[in-house]
């Protein structure tokens, strides 16, 4: 392992040495550092060498700065499975009360330095000018407005003020992140998905937008996507990235989706290849999973909303304690993962050849606007309701004044904000 902690991180150290020599439990730790590759075998030896904890603490902390640039992380990331949170709290505190903000572009995106409003923008791969769509597929417009959608940054004090009680999400990239379109199918009874491809040029764009790193694969077989998914899975930068993003387009069914060929992929193989057992690179970080799909063959016709007090709002996502320490020893097969999908169970999703997919375009309007300051199931709560609110326009169609209803199961732990950027 080639190269020095960084500075920030060497620094955090110094302040905290004191307490964690005197309050580090270092037998289990030691352990974990090896099988991450923090230290070799003759370094366990020799530090596991000493008589007493406290020696083991000193030749510890003296050597751990030497061992590269991911040393630190791995070692918070040691320390909390080795149930020494507290530990691990104090010394990502340093980092960000002290150093991240002096020093952003080594934990977190550098600001933007403009001399104007600090936003990054996204540029849309469609002509959004352009509207006019087949009479079979077009739709009303959910935000009536055309031009670029913002990205801001979330301030210094957002972040600080709910760091503690979301998920770790301070890697550069946040997390890797998978897209698979499939939009030409090589059987008939699949017809193509016209506007499939405006969906990925969009989802590519936020993504990177949020920071993550993004692949994209297109018209994959059934088999093909599953091998996919399980390289994606085992990829070695998952172990010190935050977190992942699945997206997956396609035709589909209730619970699977449709490779090119007109095979299944079940979603619940998806999940699987992501999950504490499968992927334990990734365990304790949050998976997002977002499926462009229908589930079902029935149109949903809406009906019409009674006189009086229109009920529109949704009652809150369950909030869960994220201080609560989790237990380490064991986890659940799955946990940490919040899925969304475009429809209901057993319904159709809607797509516009031009402009692509109601729920994708609800993704990018929403996620685009409040991701600097709203944790993802709340987000996800503003695309069901603008979903909600849009309606079909394909006179002649069974697809008229047509409905859809997106929804998202969570298994979150805690609170999941994005955290796009910093503004200066």
């Not at 630190?72 to 149930?83: D, G, H, I, N, S």
């Not at 977190?108 to 079979?136: H, K």
């Not at 690179?281 to 019409?304: H, S, W, Y």
Request: glycine share 6%.
């Amino acid at each position: 392992m080639a190269g020095g902690m960084k500075d920030y991180h060497r620094k955090a150290l110094k302040r905290k040495r004191l307490l964690l020599l005197k309050e580090m439990v270092p037998k289990e730790l030691l352990q974990h550092l090896m099988s991450e590759g923090i230290l070799t075998d003759y370094m366990y030896d020799k530090i596991a060498a000493e008589s007493v904890p406290y020696d083991q603490n000193i030749a510890l902390l003296n050597l751990l700065p030497k061992r590269g640039p991911q040393a630190f992380q791995v070692f918070c990331k040691a320390l909390r499975e080795t149930e020494q949170d507290h530990l691990a709290n104090q010394l990502e505190e340093q980092v960000v009360d002290v150093d991240v903000f002096a020093t952003p572009q080594k934990t977190f995106p550098p600001p933007v330095q403009e001399t104007g409003p600090r936003r990054m923008l996204y540029e849309s791969s469609m002509q959004l000018s352009n509207r006019a769509a087949p009479a079979q597929s077009s739709e009303d417009s959910i935000d009536n407005g055309d031009g670029p959608v913002m990205v801001p940054y979330c301030s210094v004090e957002f972040y600080r003020s709910h760091y503690k009680e979301a998920y770790n999400l301070t890697s550069c990239p946040r997390g890797l992140a998978i897209i698979i379109n499939n939009v030409d199918f090589y059987t008939p009874e699949l017809d193509s998905r016209k506007g499939g491809e405006v969906d990925t040029a969009s989802l590519k764009q936020l993504f990177t937008l949020l920071r993550y790193e993004v692949s994209v694969h297109q018209n994959l077989k059934a088999q093909d996507m599953r091998c996919e998914l399980a390289k994606f899975s085992r990829r070695s930068e998952h172990a010190r990235l935050d977190s992942c993003i699945v997206a997956i387009l396609s035709h589909g069914v209730d619970g699977a989706v449709y490779g090119a060929d007109g095979h299944l992929v079940q979603l619940k193989e998806v999940f699987s290849m992501l999950d504490n057992a499968h992927c334990p690179q990734l365990q304790n970080k949050p998976k997002m999973f977002f499926i462009q799909a229908c589930r079902g063959e029935e149109t949903d016709r809406g009906v019409d909303q009674r006189d009086g007090r229109e009920q529109s709002s949704s009652p809150g996502c369950e909030e869960m304690d994220a201080r609560k320490e989790l237990m380490k020893v064991k986890l659940p097969t799955q946990s940490d993962m919040i899925c969304a999908y475009a429809c209901l169970r057993g319904t159709v999703s809607m797509r516009n050849t031009k402009r692509g997919s109601w729920f994708v375009e609800a993704l990018m309007s929403v996620f685009s606007q409040h991701a600097k300051d709203t944790h993802v199931a709340d987000m996800l709560v503003k695309v069901n309701a603008l979903i909600k609110e849009r309606e079909g326009h394909a006179p002649g169609t069974e697809y008229h004044r047509c409905k859809e209803m997106s929804e998202y199961c969570s298994t979150l732990c805690r609170k999941l904000y994005l955290f796009p950027g910093l503004q200066p």
